[in-house]
């Protein structure tokens, strides 16, 4: 079982997947940007980090930022939500080799799948 999961969304989906970490008894770790800082998912998980810029790209897709906060706040595992890096075949593997656990399809699997 997990200790604690860095969720790499935002909104609805990370308040869902902060409630499933609620019932299993796993901390959950939420991110957000200059823009989210006062969204409900930052309030409501275990704790909450700063990725980046209002901008996706300066954040929530920022995949070296991703990968560092997971390892500097000793994430077990990312759980992508959807969008943003749950079809990211080059993410996934450097989740991979990093030794955290993603929540989603393998990269080989997202590869078979091909670009979205």
């Not at 902060?18 to 409900?40: F, P, Q, R, V």
């Not at 390892?71 to 595992?77: M, R, V, Y």
């Not at 990312?78 to 943003?84: E, L, N, S, T, V």
């Amino acid at each position: 079982m997990f200790k604690k999961i860095l969720i790499a969304n935002r909104g609805e989906i990370a308040v869902r997947i902060i409630n499933a970490c609620k019932e299993l008894g796993i901390k959950s770790s939420a991110i957000y940007s200059d823009a989210d800082i006062t969204s409900l998912h930052t309030r409501l998980a275990d704790e909450a980090h700063y990725i980046g810029a209002s901008p996706a790209s300066e954040s929530y897709l920022n995949k070296n930022k991703m990968l560092e906060l997971a390892k500097n706040i000793g994430a077990d595992a990312i759980h992508p939500g959807y969008g943003f890096f749950s079809e990211n075949a080059s993410f996934i593997e450097d989740v991979e080799k990093s030794g955290i656990t993603f929540i989603g399809p393998s990269s080989n699997s997202v590869k078979m799948m091909g670009s979205k």
